[in-house]
């Protein structure tokens, strides 16, 4: 999968819904066995917070200075109470464990966007964002900036929501976890090709606001 910077970007345009606690969960390549042996020993714990998995898929390749683990699946559960705490109280976080790569776990707020449902054909992207600058006040002007540059563009990525993050396990708690999408990879390289002022836009973007930063790109699952 190619992947090319993006911003933490939400067109103006876009209903915001009211958020909703969530949980990002990024698994290592394990067995079948061990994930569905997992998955049997924490749905009392999943269940008693109220979750239903939201979007899951593979990930399949990383781009940007962040270092951030290896792995090879996500899920992105929306709960009606935080759940981080319940699972490692019971000792299962680390029950996906697969030779030094441990998964890493998200929990906060999902603000979640007026966005079309991506198809199983659709360009994911999560963005793990650190940013340098803490009142945002700046980071917002030159969010409309970009917004009015992009938002009559043919093609463009949907954004589907934005996580902000309470609690993790397994790496450093991000500032946010941004989840985004193209409708297909086709339409995704022919607005890269199209409009690499945009792209320059975000590199800028990002080398302005953040202290550091990663793409994973995914492809998604049937829920």
């Not at 962040?66 to 009606?80: G, I, K, M, S, V």
């Not at 199209?194 to 302005?208: C, R, T």
Request: with cysteine.
């Amino acid at each position: 999968m190619k992947i090319v910077l993006l911003s933490v970007v939400t067109l103006l345009t876009t209903s915001v819904a009211q958020a909703q606690t969530a949980l990002y969960l990024s698994i290592p390549s394990v067995s079948d066995a061990t994930l569905s042996s997992w998955d049997a020993e924490v749905s009392s714990v999943f269940s008693s917070a109220g979750c239903e998995i939201h979007r899951s898929g593979k990930i399949g390749g990383a781009l940007g200075p962040l270092a951030w683990p290896e792995l090879d699946t996500f899920r992105l559960y929306q709960c009606n109470e935080s759940v981080l705490t319940a699972l490692v109280e019971a000792g299962v976080t680390d029950k996906l464990t697969s030779g030094s790569r441990q998964p890493v776990l998200v929990e906060g707020d999902l603000v979640t966007m007026d966005a079309p449902m991506p198809t199983v054909a659709a360009e994911y992207i999560i963005k793990v964002s650190y940013y340098s600058d803490t009142d945002g006040t700046l980071r917002d002007k030159d969010l409309v900036a970009l917004n009015t540059k992009v938002s009559s563009k043919k093609g463009v990525w949907h954004t589907e929501g934005v996580l902000i993050p309470s609690k993790t396990v397994g790496t450093i708690r991000p500032d946010e976890l941004t989840f985004l999408f193209y409708d297909s990879s086709d339409i995704a390289n022919k607005f890269r090709d199209e409009h690499p002022e945009i792209l320059e836009m975000i590199g800028q973007f990002n080398g302005a606001h953040l202290t550091s930063f990663l793409y994973l790109g995914a492809t998604i699952s049937e829920n």
